[in-house]
């Protein structure tokens, strides 16, 4: 199954990612992994996309593409994917179209996993990590038990810089001006399935799996 989770910053489509991966043994393609990966193994691409991290500029849709392509002709691939983070607006998701069409490999469907504004900017402004382990609470969802000390080692707990509420509020207006319009493109081609993405995550692990098993 070829398929894109959509959903805005703290929606939990990474997580999901990594659990539907692992369940239906396809890989989740991130395209800031993969980025990294091609930046360390010093390929064509990943020197195309150093000189233009180095240079301060944004790595263009054509790099981040043709390393998609390169990434989904790989043999884990062959019974699908997913793609996590990519595409983030409409440009991006006509030049996915154009190449997948040209390998007559075409998205079989779309995730969404919707969550409204407020509970979102709860989900990451409340979000402490222990600086010891690195594991990770929410003082409004999942609170340690002893505030601001990690349960597991006792570490101390702390808010990550750019989990304050401007910096979150100014993602979550990025994603809405750019990302959202996205859903009507794949409404129009009728490959979008919408879930509420919140509340416990198996039963939204079950909830994207039905999709998952109907496409």
């Given at each position: 199954?070829r398929?894109?989770?959509?959903?805005?910053?703290?929606?939990?489509?990474?997580?999901?990612?990594?659990?539907?991966?692992?369940?239906?043994?396809i890989?989740?393609?991130?395209?800031?992994?993969?980025?990294?990966?091609?930046?360390?193994?010093?390929?064509?691409?990943?020197?195309?996309?150093?000189?233009?991290?180095?240079?301060?500029?944004?790595?263009?849709?054509?790099?981040?593409?043709?390393l998609?392509?390169?990434?989904?002709?790989?043999?884990?691939?062959?019974?699908?994917y997913?793609l996590?983070?990519?595409?983030?607006?409409?440009?991006?998701?006509?030049?996915?179209?154009a190449?997948l069409?040209?390998?007559?490999?075409?998205?079989?469907?779309?995730v969404?996993?919707d969550?409204?504004?407020?509970?979102?900017?709860?989900?990451?402004?409340?979000?402490?990590?222990?600086?010891?382990?690195?594991?990770?609470?929410?003082?409004?969802?999942?609170?340690?038990?002893?505030?601001?000390?990690?349960?597991?080692?006792?570490?101390?707990?702390?808010?990550?810089?750019?989990?304050?509420e401007?910096?979150?509020?100014?993602?979550?207006?990025?994603?809405?001006e750019?990302?959202?319009?996205?859903?009507?493109?794949?409404?129009?081609?009728?490959?979008?399935?919408?879930?509420?993405?919140?509340?416990?995550?198996?039963?939204?692990?079950?909830?994207?799996?039905?999709?998952?098993?109907?496409?």
């Amino acid at each position: 199954m070829r398929t894109v989770l959509l959903g805005a910053p703290g929606s939990g489509k990474g997580t999901q990612g990594v659990v539907l991966s692992k369940k239906y043994d396809i890989p989740q393609i991130s395209t800031g992994d993969l980025l990294r990966a091609a930046v360390s193994a010093g390929s064509d691409l990943g020197k195309q996309a150093k000189s233009a991290m180095d240079a301060g500029a944004l790595v263009s849709d054509e790099i981040v593409i043709g390393l998609i392509r390169e990434r989904i002709s790989h043999d884990d691939a062959k019974n699908g994917y997913i793609l996590d983070g990519f595409p983030r607006n409409i440009p991006q998701a006509e030049a996915l179209d154009a190449m997948l069409t040209e390998l007559n490999q075409p998205l079989q469907g779309v995730v969404l996993l919707d969550v409204a504004f407020e509970e979102l900017l709860q989900r990451l402004t409340g979000r402490r990590t222990c600086k010891d382990c690195g594991a990770i609470y929410n003082i409004h969802l999942s609170p340690s038990k002893i505030e601001d000390h990690c349960d597991a080692c006792n570490g101390p707990l702390f808010q990550r810089a750019d989990d304050n509420e401007e910096t979150i509020g100014n993602r979550l207006n990025v994603y809405q001006e750019q990302t959202a319009p996205l859903v009507s493109y794949y409404q129009a081609q009728n490959k979008l399935h919408s879930i509420a993405g919140v509340g416990n995550v198996n039963d939204i692990t079950a909830q994207v799996s039905a999709v998952f098993d109907s496409i």
